[in-house]
């Protein structure tokens, strides 16, 4: 209900003055199905206006319409064919009609319902569509990952996410089959900017959140499979808003022979990170631009290019920061002055050239080259001068509110000199063929990597003037000790390390009838060289899925295999800085069990899937979690273990919008420092719902709601042993909300030919609010030291509730 009455606050807000009609006669009517039901929220539009209604819960419309010319009526519901109706009407006339709308096959937008179609592997596939349509920050392809089963993210600002157990370096990200990949000194979501993927160019959204194929490594919790466009026509989208604005524009020429698909993005947060309790000058500015080139050489060979380029800056001069925390019983209050900035630059370059030959209609060979580069500055001076103090909890006392008690006084000096330059180059060959009843695919691939990593950082901590730890009292000693001055989180190191990996797959697909129940059984082996520890890795994986014809469609799946990830660059370097040799390759045997129900409810197709995982992990390398900046130990003395059971419900909820409901529960502990400790993506349980709806009368209204529950995960204080990090942060709760507008559309007509807006397909204006319930969430902690060694920790919280406006355009 409160959904609802700020959707009718917003709606008479932004509702346009309808000029007034002199002439106007009444349609009235009934509309049905094929068997006489009636339909409710059929959508009814006078073609060339936007005037228009919808039918109620009985079927009946009424809609008023021009007099006095012939005017046409447009009929349209999601799952029936489209029908019309061309009236003549005199001034006051009433005329009355039912209309018979018939049914359509209906095709949801993240699954196929088709009686022959099987699902034969653990991906899902997603609609790139609905990306314009979610509130969110980022307006990211990641912004629907996080709203699926098994997938969990706490930063609203970070494109960054994990899966079932894993942590942000353990998910494959594919572009054409191109592997990319996100800065290594990112440390927040402040920081990060957009990622790699621009909405605008994709036409294929892919995500399996385990138990993929062999044809897909080497990393262990998840791959994201994205298609961008081969355009066949002219066409462009722009959008604008108070973060900034993208543009995009696909074509083709040379008889169609070559087209182009172009994209440009810029963005700023400036006006979300005022609301944090730091205050100060923020200036981050993000911008990329990335296209694809398509030659079609012959009907049997195409050559593609995919470039991109991003220059992302992130400046900081914090001013002040004032925050409340503790309990309603404990309430405490700090103040920090802050003095000093910081300078962060991302740029990052990928070039891909792939070479597409088809030497048969079901035969295809790709050979695939590819450069990463980036080139990364962390650098910051940051002096903090703070007291806390004990905030008065008694209601009744006048000084409510208000600090009574000084607790310390003290400051802080933080300093960081980090930079990494790195390329990362790619060689590989992909294959595929179709032959009766098999699918075979093979690749092979050569990867080399070279990065160049200079760091210097390190942090000083006082209280009320004395250095901490603070020296003994030796006051009247004639010869008193001096303890040497200290510096904390010291890391001051130059690495260059150059590796080379090789990695082979080969996988084949059967699928056939058995006792009317239709089989499809994957099976394939993934092996791994790498030139760092000089390991080989075999990893055999199998997925077998099967569809009993009964009368309620159902699907069942099992999936089991071995999983490597070779350490990166990030894993080999420890809690020091330094680079460990020889660190062995993490590696997890998976199982999973899962199974998709296809059933119709309110007469409209909804899908029910449900898996359940368990994936036992050796070798690992331990990890600490600070926001975004993963911080390894550089050892192999772990091992550990992720269960869960992942559910998702998705169809029609409401009639022509497409919302899904995803729950996950999950438990994931590693062995370390001889005992069992939660890790630190322990998020046991996992709640996430995308809703859309539309306004009744008023179709050309649209409203989306996303909703985020996430229990806490562990933490602990700095520099502490990872047994002691039990604690956890508060769960993790938010709501948005984007109320959008129609202004053109299919059906919009203009009655002067020369009218510049009829180059545009449509036009959509949007209001989001992001943080509607105005909760604070956590996301990571400061943790500050007095004078007796207590350590407070004070949250870090995320972005407050704020409004964005946006205006999107296709043409």
Partial sequence: MICRKVTITVVLMLSFIWSAVAQVATVNGYAANEEGDPIEYVNLAVKGTTTGTTTNKKGFFSLEVPAGKEVVILFSFIGYERDSLVVNLS????????????ETSTELSTIEVKDEQLRTSTFNRIDPKTISFIPSINASVEDIIKTLPGVSSRDELSSQYSVRGGNYDENLVFVNDIEVYRPFLIRSGQQEGMSFLNPALVSGILFSAGGFDAKYGDKLSSVLDIRYKKPQTFAGTFDVSLMGANAHLEGTFAKKRFSYLLGARYKTNTYFLKGLDTKGNYKPRYFDIQGMLYYDVSEKVEISLLGYYSNNSFKLIPETRETSFGTLDEAYKIKIYFDGHEVDRYRNWLTGLTLTYRPADKMRLRFISSVYQTNESETYDISGEYWIGKLETFQGSSEYGEVT???????YLDHARNYLNGTVFNLEHRGSLEKNINQIDWGIRYQYSYFENRMSEWELQDSAGYTLPRPIDSIGFPTPDHDPFVLKNVIRTTQNLSTSLISAFAQDTWTFKLNQTDIALTAGVRAIYYSYNNQVNVNPRINLAFKPHWKTETTFRISSGYYSQPPTFREMTDLQGNIINNLKAQTSIQVLAGSDLYFRAWGRPFKFVAEAYYKYVKNLIPYEIDNLNIRYYGTNDAHGYATGIDFRINGEFVKGAESWASLSFMKTE?????????????????LSIFFQDYI???????????LFYGTGLPVGPPDSPRSSHTLRI??????????????????TRYKNPKNVLRAFKSMWVSLEIFNLLQLSNTISYLWITDITNRQYAIPNYMTPRTFNLKLLASF
């Fill in 91 to 102: 001034d006051g006339e009433k005329h009355t009609t039912d209309i018979t709308l018939k």
């Fill in 405 to 411: 008690e000084v607790l310390g006084v003290g400051a």
């Fill in 670 to 686: 590693e062995f370390f420092e001889g005992a069992w400790i939660p890790r630190p993506t322990d998020q046991r349980v996992n």
């Fill in 696 to 706: 009744p009368k008023f179709p050309t209204w649209k409203v989306a709601i996303t």
């Fill in 730 to 747: 508060p769960a993790y709760k938010r709501v948005d909300i984007g109320i959008s507008k129609q202004l053109i559309g299919e059906r």
